[in-house]
């Protein structure tokens, strides 16, 4: 006879009440993600205003940088934070993975020659998928912790620490740099007149060393739910192999139709592929969690519009240094005695 106390059994799992008590940890997980990417956005506004303030032809681009509001920061801070709690661990996994794959066939098609833009153009689209593995790094590296908590809350103050310093920077420069850089005693803009020519490249050694801890992270966390290895055999070689082939036709597709359609192209295409495979060997928590990490996609690739524009011009970045030595001054002429002509 049908009970309501066989009514469980007939619903998918739940979360459990041990999700309920660690539901604060995942909350600071998901600040110090969210922080992180703050502090890379905010870097490569600094980079992009600095270039665009050295080129006379890119002023209103300029201006469009400038133009931002600290109240649409501060939602969008705390909209990805809340985004990066609920995601789930074992769909951030699958999302640093996925873009690993994809950021390691980008670079190794890119000729040694090419143009920088789309290094810069993977860095900017990695947002979402840097706050994952972050997230994944620290899921990993503090599981098991006897003081989980309060290192995470040490944690959050250090990357809440170097957010507000980038996005300090980030307003000092959209505001003084090209006074202090003309006038040239401000040390912190005389700094970037040198040198911003190098901040991709410092951002990127940045992020190989994240990703390469939260790929680790993932691998470790998506194995623990595998009993022998030949289980995990049987899942990774299909999902390496499906993947592979869907990023070598997302880069065509990127290469024929550049710009933020082919990107949200890209991400819808993306998050379809984790949805069947999760469909297949997933929960049901984790459909949940790539309807979530769709969400978190697209609301990281509404603030970078403008940078992602620039990255589609053909002169950007500039191919020179952004500043060069200035050239000595030359000597006068003696001056000539008067009641004296040349012979």
Request: with cysteine; net charge positive.
């Amino acid at each position: 006879m049908f009970s309501l106390l066989s009514l469980p059994s007939w619903l998918p799992s739940l979360p459990s009440l041990e999700w309920v008590s660690g539901l604060p940890d995942v909350l600071l997980q998901g600040l110090v993600g969210a922080c992180g990417v703050s502090v890379l956005n905010n870097l490569l506004k600094v980079y992009f205003f600095v270039v665009c303030a050295n080129n006379p032809e890119r002023q209103l681009e300029k201006e469009r940088l400038r133009a931002r509001w600290a109240s649409l920061e501060t939602v969008h801070l705390a909209g990805l934070a809340l985004i990066l709690t609920v995601v789930g661990v074992r769909v951030a996994a699958f999302v640093v993975l996925e873009f690993s794959l994809r950021s390691v066939s980008t670079l190794l098609s890119l000729d040694k020659g090419s143009r920088g833009s789309e290094k810069l153009q993977l860095y900017l689209v990695c947002q979402y998928s840097l706050g994952c593995g972050l997230t994944c790094g620290l899921s990993f590296l503090q599981e098991g912790a006897p003081h989980r908590t309060l290192n995470l809350l040490l944690g959050v103050g250090l990357a809440a620490l170097l957010s507000t310093g980038a996005r300090r920077l980030r307003q000092h420069v959209c505001q003084l740099y090209e006074l202090h850089s003309g006038q040239r005693y401000c040390g912190v803009c005389l700094g970037l007149l040198a040198g911003a020519h190098s901040l991709p490249r410092l951002l990127g050694r940045a992020l190989a060393m994240t990703f390469a801890v939260g790929n680790l992270a993932a691998v470790a966390l998506i194995n623990r739910d595998f009993l022998t290895t030949s289980e995990a055999v049987r899942f990774w070689m299909p999902l390496t192999i499906c993947y592979t082939l869907l990023v070598i036709y997302m880069q065509e597709e990127q290469r024929q139709h550049p710009g933020l359609q082919s990107q949200v192209h890209t991400v819808l295409v993306r998050m379809g592929g984790l949805f069947v495979l999760l469909l297949t060997v997933g929960r049901w928590l984790d459909l949940l969690g790539i309807l979530v990490s769709l969400l978190g996609e697209l609301w990281c690739l509404v603030g970078i519009r403008t940078l992602l524009d620039l990255c589609q011009m053909q002169d950007f970045p500039p191919q020179r240094p952004l500043v060069s030595a200035p050239s000595p001054p030359r000597p006068s002429a003696p001056a000539q005695p008067p009641g004296m002509t040349p012979s």
